[in-house]
């Protein structure tokens, strides 16, 4: 249950507000939703409470979580498949799409990673940044901090 002000992730579009709880006739049916605005380009997304889970509208990640995301970022003790581009934007996609921030993490992860061998894709490289974006917006809410400031954090990570 959220309330009216509390911050929320939305899978693929980031951390938002929670501007209210508004009933709707939707079908001839009395809904419940949760009205949403994205912090980062004030899109409004409603959401039926009786769905928020599943469609996973979840709290930003605590402390804890955050050192999780940041032992993410430093493994560098992954396997990157040797697939097609285009196959593993699809499983990239895939895991962005989750909402979970440590898949976002991943996806961040590799593609820097992959991006220190080979020329990225234009797809890749979007997808990059998309969830660098996620990643950078959530972890400056959850540890009250600049973007700028984790965003320099992220990158000395992978240049270090």
Same mark, same amino acid.
């Given at each position: 249950?959220?309330?009216?002000?509390?911050?929320?992730?939305?899978?693929?579009?980031?951390?938002?507000?929670?501007?209210?709880?508004?009933?709707?006739?939707?079908?001839?049916?009395?809904?419940?939703?949760?009205?949403?605005?994205?912090?980062?380009?004030?899109?409004?997304?409603?959401?039926?409470?009786?769905?928020?889970?599943?469609?996973?509208?979840?709290?930003?990640?605590?402390?804890?979580?955050?050192?999780?995301?940041?032992?993410?970022?430093?493994?560098?003790?992954?396997?990157?498949?040797?697939?097609?581009?285009?196959?593993?934007?699809?499983?990239?996609? /895939?895991?962005? %799409?989750?909402? $979970?921030?440590? +898949?976002?993490?991943?996806?961040?992860?590799?593609?820097? =990673? !992959? /991006?220190?061998? %080979?020329?990225? $894709?234009?797809? +890749?490289?979007?997808?990059?940044?998309?969830?660098?974006? =996620? !990643?950078?917006?959530?972890?400056?809410?959850?540890?009250?901090?600049?973007?700028?400031?984790?965003?320099?954090?992220?990158?000395?990570?992978?240049?270090?």
């Amino acid at each position: 249950m959220f309330k009216k002000g509390q911050l929320a992730v939305y899978p693929a579009h980031g951390v938002g507000v929670i501007e209210s709880e508004e009933e709707k006739q939707i079908g001839g049916l009395a809904q419940r939703f949760y009205i949403l605005r994205i912090l980062e380009n004030d899109m409004i997304i409603m959401i039926p409470t009786d769905n928020a889970a599943t469609v996973g509208l979840r709290p930003v990640i605590d402390q804890k979580q955050v050192s999780q995301v940041y032992s993410i970022l430093k493994d560098r003790d992954v396997i990157i498949e040797n697939q097609t581009w285009n196959r593993r934007y699809r499983d990239y996609m /895939k895991k962005i %799409k989750t909402g $979970s921030v440590f +898949e976002v993490a991943e996806v961040l992860r590799d593609l820097f =990673l !992959l /991006k220190l061998d %080979k020329e990225l $894709s234009f797809g +890749e490289r979007k997808m990059l940044d998309t969830a660098r974006g =996620l !990643l950078v917006k959530e972890l400056s809410v959850a540890r009250q901090a600049k973007e700028e400031d984790i965003e320099a954090e992220v990158e000395k990570i992978f240049h270090a």
